[in-house]
């Protein structure tokens, strides 16, 4: 679960995932249980599941998360606080409901049965409406004490700069998520600069990461300025989390990257290597 969208999959031992489904994240969070039960029934009718075979249902969220209680501790993108989502869900769905940080489970996925395979110790950070870390320690997910380790998108990068969803300032979430990217361009367009996007944001029209896409694709110096600065504070940021750990791989992911990637990486590489 995202703060744009949830995507729901049905995973079984011998085939891995087997379908999807995605529908957009509701606007207010009073819908969110409804929300993330309907996506299980419809994923269960999709495939037409008999229910007795659904053995779980796992949740990740884009927050710092306690799964041994299925309280989520924040997850500002969501709007949730101290909020026990295990619990309620618990009530709506008939299965053991389990929670975890959207990107430990994506880091899981990658060491298991993506490219970092033979990393003992790895890191995954995702790139989207926020910024988030996953880290693999000895072949294990490293939560931390407070199940806090990984809030990568909460470093801060820029002294006094951008107010976060978590009330801090200049945290990287706050200078290069796609949320970020997305104001700065709304903010250069409101100044008098031209651009492709000026459209979207005259009518008022979410600029999503195709959107972005097609802008530096038709070279908008917009876009390309505010995509490469957010690219250069990311490269920032992964050096810190390299000096500090020294994983044997570090994975990029995530919305923004898959969508930019080509752009953006070489961007991120240098700015890698320079610091």
Same mark, same amino acid.
């Given at each position: 679960?995202?703060?744009?969208?949830?995507?729901?999959?049905?995973?079984?031992?011998?085939?891995?995932?087997?379908?999807?489904?995605?529908?957009?994240?509701?606007?207010?969070?009073?819908?969110?249980?409804?929300?993330?039960?309907?996506?299980?029934?419809?994923?269960?009718?999709?495939?037409?599941?008999?229910?007795?075979?659904?053995?779980?249902?796992?949740?990740?969220?884009?927050?710092?998360?306690?799964?041994?209680?299925?309280?989520?501790?924040?997850?500002?993108?969501?709007?949730?606080?101290?909020?026990?989502?295990?619990?309620?869900?618990?009530?709506?769905?008939?299965?053991?409901?389990?929670?975890?940080?959207?990107?430990?489970?994506?880091?899981?996925?990658?060491?298991?049965?993506? /490219?970092?395979?033979?990393?003992?110790?790895?890191?995954?950070?995702?790139?989207?409406?926020?910024?988030?870390?996953?880290?693999?320690?000895?072949?294990?997910?490293?939560?931390?004490?407070?199940?806090?380790?990984?809030?990568?998108?909460?470093?801060?990068?820029?002294?006094?700069?951008?107010?976060?969803?978590?009330?801090?300032?200049?945290?990287?979430?706050?200078?290069?998520?796609?949320?970020?990217?997305?104001?700065?361009?709304?903010?250069?367009?409101?100044?008098?600069?031209?651009?492709?996007?000026?459209?979207?944001?005259?009518?008022?029209?979410?600029?999503?990461?195709?959107?972005?896409?097609?802008?530096?694709?038709?070279?908008?110096?917009?876009?390309?300025?505010?995509?490469?600065?957010?690219?250069?504070?990311?490269?920032?940021?992964?050096?810190?989390?390299?000096?500090?750990?020294?994983?044997?791989?570090? /994975?990029?992911?995530?919305?923004?990257?898959?969508?930019?990637?080509?752009?953006?990486?070489?961007?991120?590489?240098?700015?890698?290597?320079?610091?």
């Amino acid at each position: 679960m995202g703060g744009t969208k949830i995507l729901a999959a049905a995973i079984n031992s011998k085939d891995g995932i087997i379908t999807r489904v995605k529908k957009e994240t509701p606007p207010k969070k009073e819908k969110y249980i409804e929300a993330i039960s309907g996506i299980v029934d419809d994923v269960i009718e999709k495939l037409h599941l008999n229910k007795s075979n659904v053995k779980a249902v796992c949740l990740g969220v884009p927050g710092s998360v306690n799964p041994l209680t299925g309280i989520i501790g924040l997850a500002p993108n969501l709007g949730l606080k101290n909020f026990n989502i295990g619990e309620k869900l618990s009530k709506v769905i008939s299965y053991p409901v389990l929670i975890e940080n959207d990107v430990n489970l994506g880091a899981l996925g990658i060491k298991k049965f993506g /490219v970092a395979k033979k990393a003992k110790n790895m890191i995954a950070v995702f790139i989207g409406t926020g910024i988030g870390g996953g880290i693999i320690i000895n072949e294990k997910i490293y939560r931390g004490s407070n199940f806090v380790a990984g809030e990568i998108g909460h470093m801060v990068v820029e002294k006094d700069g951008p107010l976060c969803g978590c009330g801090n300032r200049g945290c990287i979430e706050a200078v290069a998520s796609r949320t970020a990217i997305v104001r700065n361009i709304e903010y250069d367009i409101k100044k008098g600069k031209r651009s492709v996007l000026s459209d979207f944001v005259k009518n008022k029209e979410r600029i999503k990461s195709k959107a972005l896409s097609q802008a530096v694709k038709d070279k908008d110096a917009v876009a390309v300025k505010r995509l490469s600065e957010a690219a250069e504070s990311i490269g920032i940021m992964l050096a810190g989390v390299s000096n500090l750990l020294n994983v044997d791989m570090i /994975v990029l992911g995530g919305g923004v990257i898959e969508a930019m990637g080509g752009f953006m990486m070489p961007v991120i590489k240098k700015s890698f290597k320079k610091n």
